[in-house]
């Protein structure tokens, strides 16, 4: 069952965003019917986890951002009553951690943005390890997604297109343990992302996929 409250922030978002541009969602067939999973998107825009979460209905999904975002006044308190999860970036923060994997492991997908910031020029940046451990300590798989549109939303008098497009699920195996490993779970995740996106927006991950 979805909150009263997050049924009625959904729908102001879908409000605002319909005014400023259509939404284009691909590859819905890819969301996991049950269970919970971590979305893994690129991030150029706040409008980012509102995008994936509209492209996403019926699911109640849970965000994880940064500290600085939930102490906005407004802004803050409906992150919070629509499950957002704060995190203080550059330090290891387990309140935050815990509260994801009990997300997670509740059957609640969580949208985790790999590149750890937002994208200042709209190019995907490296990704960090982050999303893979928490694939690893909730045990389960990583959604694939990619935002396109939301850096340049335009006004009610000039409309603007944005896409979400998901991926199939990455099964990410507990078993790996180590940088090196990781590693290769995470280029796996992010190249899908960037394989997703416009060739100039692949940003770190063009030169892989141009090979």
């Known amino acids: 069952m979805v909150p009263l409250i997050y049924r009625i922030v959904s729908f102001i978002c879908r409000v605002l965003l319909g005014m ?16 919970g999973y971590i979305l893994a998107s690129n991030h150029v825009s706040n409008w980012d986890p509102v995008a994936l979460s509209l492209g996403s209905p019926g699911h109640l999904i ?4 940064k500290q600085e975002l939930f102490e906005l006044p407004i802004l803050g308190r409906i992150a919070s009553a629509v499950g957002g ?14 509260r994801c994997k009990a997300v997670l492991q509740s059957g609640q997908p969580l949208i985790i943005l790999p590149e750890g910031t937002r994208s200042r020029s709209g190019e995907l ?30 006004w009610p008098w000039r409309r603007s297109t944005v896409i979400v497009r ?14 090196e490993g990781r590693q290769i779970a995470l280029d796996t995740t992010m190249h899908q992302i960037a394989a997703m996106l416009p060739p100039t927006m692949r940003g770190f991950y063009k030169q892989a996929l141009s090979v």
């Open 62 to 65: 849970g965000a994880l951002g």
């Open 125 to 154: 940046l490296e990704g960090k390890h982050g999303v893979i451990a928490m694939a690893q300590l909730a045990n389960v798989p990583i959604v694939p997604a990619a935002v396109i549109g939301t850096k340049t939303l335009g």
């Open 20 to 35: 400023r541009a259509r939404l284009v969602v691909e590859g819905q067939e890819h969301l996991p019917a049950t269970g």
């Open 85 to 98: 999860i704060p995190v203080r970036r550059g330090e290891a923060d387990r309140e935050a951690l815990a």
């Open 166 to 179: 998901y991926a199939a699920p990455i099964v990410v195996d507990r078993k790996i343990k180590g940088h």
